[in-house]
């Protein structure tokens, strides 16, 4: 396979949305590494330990593939984001939060490889999250996207304004608030992080 895939190219409406306005988009099946849990994430050592683990994993499997020809760029850190009672969601409940982290794996990455690559990062990068994450395959369908500029603890106005949107155009939504992290808040202040806002929705 020539040259490396980049899924912010290929996947243009998915990982690199255009910069202005709530957008319409229909969400193809897809492969993932997942991880559950639930917890403030600012403070929660397993959401920590998650993260690293998804992310020692989809190195490992990329590194594993690349000599067979597969070479690609790892995609973003993503994450569903949900409580029992969405309408008490906000910053002051996170210890109550429940969340899904993920990473896209691309379609060529097969149970075997990912299971191969655990053995070694159980080995190599020790973690209890390891044996936790599994390979499955989520759908979306249609859903409602903004490609939003700002620190995390400032999206709540934007979600809201996301939804007024979703009700006026005579939608609901139907599944998980769907963040995707295209910035890396160690290398990046706050107010210029990437990120986008998706929800999965469907008519009234």
Do not use: C
């Not at 403030?40 to 050592?45: E, H, I, K, R, V």
């Not at 249609?142 to 939804?163: C, K, R, W």
């Amino acid at each position: 396979m020539p040259g490396k895939i980049d899924f912010k190219k290929t996947l243009k409406q998915l990982y690199n949305p255009a910069k202005n306005g709530f957008h319409l988009v229909d969400v193809p099946p897809m492969n993932f590494l997942m991880l559950d849990g639930s917890g403030d994430p600012n403070t929660s050592q397993d959401y920590q330990q998650a993260v690293a683990a998804l992310y020692t994993m989809s190195y490992g499997i990329m590194f594993a593939l690349k000599p067979t020809g597969y070479d690609y760029i790892v995609p973003p850190l993503e994450g569903l984001w949900r409580m029992e009672n969405m309408n008490e969601f906000n910053l002051a409940t996170r210890d109550q939060w429940e969340w899904t982290m993920m990473i896209m794996q691309p379609e060529w990455v097969l149970i075997e490889i990912v299971e191969k690559v655990r053995q070694v990062a159980n080995k190599t990068k020790p973690n209890a999250m390891l044996a936790e994450i599994r390979f499955e395959r989520y759908s979306e369908g249609l859903a409602v996207q903004l490609l939003y500029t700002g620190a995390y603890h400032d999206e709540a106005p934007t979600i809201a304004e996301m939804h007024k949107f979703i009700r006026t155009n005579g939608y609901q939504p139907n599944g998980k608030h769907h963040e995707i992290y295209l910035g890396d808040p160690r290398k990046t202040s706050p107010e210029r992080l990437k990120t986008i806002l998706r929800q999965p929705i469907r008519e009234m």
